[in-house]
C-alpha cells in the first residue's frame, strides 16, 4: 500500500485504540473512587475529548510517512486522575495504571476473533468479500496496533503505565525519585526512539511474537481480497 492508503486504514484503528486506552483509565479510576475523569468530561467516547494535536494526529502521520508506513506510534490526551480520591491507593494506583493496556488486549483479541466471524461470513456470502477483505485488514492492524501499544505503555519509564506498577517494587526512597523522573520521561522516550533501536526492538519482541502467532492462527480465514490491502 501506498503511504495514504495506509493512513486510511491506520488512522481510525489508532484512534480508538488510545481512546479506549484513556477511558479504560478513567473508569478504572471511578471505580475506585475517583470521579475527575467524569467530572472533567472525559468518561466519554467522544474522539473530539480525547484527542491531542501533537501525539493523536500530527505525531502518527510524521512517521507513518517518515516510515513509509512501518512506524506509528501515538496516544491520546492522557484522562485525569486523583490518586488522593483511591479507596485503596497502592491498588488503586495499580489497577487504573494497568486498565489501559488490559483494554488494548481486550481489542487485540476482539480483532483476531471478528477475523474469523468476518472470514466465516465472507465463505458465506461472496459478494461481501471485498468489503470483507478491507474489514479484515483494518482488524490486522487492530492486532498488531493493541499489541504494540501494550508493549510500549509497560516501558518502567515515569510516567508510561509500566512504571506505576514498578515503583512499588523499589524501597520508598528510591520509588520518590523514580517518580520525579517523569519530568524527564519523554526526553528520554523520544532518545529511544531514536537512538535505543535495538533496545526496543528487543522490548517488543513478545509483542511481535505475539502477534504473529495470532496472525498465523486466524490466516485461514482471511479473504483473498485483503491481500491486496494487506500490510
Known amino acids: 500500500m501506498n503511504t495514504f492508503q495506509t493512513i486510511l486504514f491506520v488512522a481510525p484503528v489508532l484512534l480508538f485504540s ?67 480520591n483511591y479507596r485503596n491507593f497502592k491498588r488503586g494506583d495499580i489497577i487504573v495504571s494497568l486498565a489501559g493496556v488490559t483494554a488494548n488486549l481486550v481489542i487485540a483479541l ?57 515503583k512499588y517494587l523499589m524501597p520508598v526512597s528510591w520509588a520518590v525519585r523514580y517518580e520525579a523522573f517523569a519530568r524527564y520521561g519523554i526526553i528520554v522516550l523520544i532518545a529511544l526512539l531514536y537512538f535505543g533501536g535495538s533496545v526496543l526492538t528487543a522490548w517488543l519482541q513478545p509483542a511481535i511474537h505475539a502477534t504473529q502467532w495470532l496472525m498465523q492462527a486466524v490466516n485461514p480465514f482471511v479473504m483473498t481480497s485483503a491481500q491486496r490491502w494487506a500490510p
Open 110 to 166: 476482539a480483532s483476531a476473533l471478528g477475523i474469523v466471524l468476518l472470514g466465516l461470513v465472507g465463505r458465506v456470502v461472496t459478494p461481501a468479500q471485498g468489503t470483507i477483505g478491507i474489514l479484515q485488514v483494518m482488524l490486522t492492524y487492530g492486532i498488531w496496533i493493541n499489541l504494540i501499544l501494550i508493549a510500549f505503555n509497560l516501558i518502567p519509564i515515569p510516567p508510561l503505565d509500566g512504571s506505576h506498577v514498578v
Open 18 to 84: 488510545v481512546i479506549a486506552h484513556e477511558y479504560a483509565h478513567g473508569y478504572a479510576a471511578l471505580r475506585q473512587g475517583d470521579p475527575t475523569a467524569s467530572q472533567l468530561g472525559r468518561l466519554t467516547w467522544n474522539p473530539v475529548k480525547h484527542i491531542d494535536p501533537f501525539m493523536t494526529l500530527l505525531l502518527p502521520a510524521i512517521l507513518l510517512v517518515a516510515t513509509h508506513g512501518q512506524m506509528v506510534l501515538g496516544g491520546a490526551k492522557p484522562v485525569p486522575v486523583n490518586p488522593r
